[in-house]
T-cell receptor
């Protein structure tokens, strides 16, 4: 089992550009959550996808959007990049199946640098 | 609003010494509580979790944590620290939805960096 995988590992963009990050959940998991971790901070919840729909969302602007595919993999899109979007973006998967207490497994993250 | 506070940003202990990392939470109902560890360049690994029942929770790598409702705390402990324990530690609370179930949204503290002296 490969666990949660994310691509790319690192990414450098300039202000105003758009970026797409990808996540493949752990085998058997149906729910994907995305977190932003700025340097020296704890991760902050962006949104969560279940059954190809955004199930809940944190306090992030509409520039942050996502998608979940039928195979449960997910993408995070960020438009009109700002310097402040530079961070480690973490994907976590779980088998919530709606509501539950299952553990979330985190991927290694994508390091995004905006210049 | 739910929140997590880790009062210690950086802690240094000697190898073999005991360790306690503090975590305080703000939440109205019974919280779901977690401790994660993050090594450089790695994702987050779950050390232990508390949902209900026994307030002393055992985790991986010899870690344990105790839930104290009266103090709104969930401190992480280890009796003897190893050099490989040097990492960033995060306490998190699970946001509850309808029926007090865990919705999967985690609220993290700022983290505590653990340095281990030889």
């Amino acid at each position: 089992d490969a666990g949660v995988t994310q691509s790319p590992t690192h990414l450098i963009k300039t202000r105003g550009q758009q970026v797409t990050l990808r996540c493949s959940p752990k085998s058997g998991h149906d729910t994907v959550s995305w977190y932003q971790q700025a340097l020296g901070q704890g991760p902050q919840f962006i949104f969560q996808y279940y059954e190809e729909e955004e199930r809940q969302r944190g306090n992030f602007p509409d520039r942050f959007s996502g998608h979940q595919f039928p195979n449960y993999s997910s993408e995070l899109n960020v438009n009109a990049l700002l310097l402040g979007d530079s961070a480690l973006y973490l994907c976590a998967s779980s088998d919530l199946g709606g509501l539950g207490n299952d553990e979330q497994f985190f991927g290694p993250g994508t390091r995004l640098t905006v210049l | 609003a739910q929140s997590v506070t880790q009062p210690d940003i950086h802690i240094t202990v000697s190898e073999g010494a005991s360790l306690e990392l503090r975590c305080n939470y703000s939440y109205g109902a019974t919280p779901y509580l977690f401790w994660y560890v993050q090594s450089p360049g790695q994702g987050l690994q779950l050390l232990l979790k508390y949902f209900s029942g026994d307030t002393l929770v055992q985790g991986i790598k010899g870690f344990e944590a105790e839930f104290k409702r009266s103090q709104s705390s969930f401190n992480l402990r280890k009796p003897s620290v190893h050099w490989s324990d040097a990492a960033e530690y995060f306490c998190a609370v699970g946001a509850n939805g309808a029926g007090s179930s865990n919705t999967g949204k985690l609220i993290f503290g700022q983290g505590t960096t653990l340095q281990v002296k030889p």
